[in-house]
């Protein structure tokens, strides 16, 4: 079975979601800024796009596949070891393509993908016939979400 090995996301490594104010000591610090929200969509947007071009659907867009760092952290060599530099800027790392295919135009594909609160509408009325959309209908949801700071926004 074929399979991706990505790099470790980090100690810090969060859901790219607010948390929940009972998560945290300092309520702030549990939802993201307006900054973030940009900064983190926009890279969001680039590891789509990557993907895109080169003919993949990730089909399963949702914040517990979005991997965060926010903070400043150490880098963690393969022993082990913590290495000199540290990362200075926060990152994105997206995950789980358990559900990835490669787009071909005609082909039908199966409806049964996505999660609930993130399925695009094609899925929920069984076209077969759907693209790349279906993963930017989810990025949607995910910054309505973030910017009312409301998770899931659809309950589905």
Not at 113 to 139: C, G, M, T
């Amino acid at each position: 079975m074929p399979a991706i090995i990505l790099q470790h996301a980090g100690l810090k490594a969060q859901w790219l979601c607010h948390g929940h104010p009972s998560d945290s000591v300092n309520f702030t610090t549990t939802y993201l800024s307006q900054l973030e929200i940009k900064y983190f969509l926009f890279h969001l947007l680039r590891a789509l796009d990557s993907l895109h071009s080169h003919g993949i659907m990730h089909r399963d867009i949702k914040p517990r596949n979005i991997l965060i760092t926010r903070t400043t952290e150490e880098l963690y060599s393969p022993n082990n070891e913590v290495e000199s530099h540290a990362r200075t800027q926060p990152s994105l790392m997206l995950i789980d393509f358990g559900l990835a295919d490669f787009y071909l135009l005609g082909q039908s594909y199966n409806v049964r993908v996505a999660s609930r609160h993130y399925k695009a509408p094609e899925l929920l009325i069984n076209f077969e016939f759907y693209d790349f959309s279906l993963d930017l209908w989810s990025v949607g949801c995910i910054l309505a979400g973030l910017l009312l700071r409301r998770e899931p926004f659809f309950r589905g």
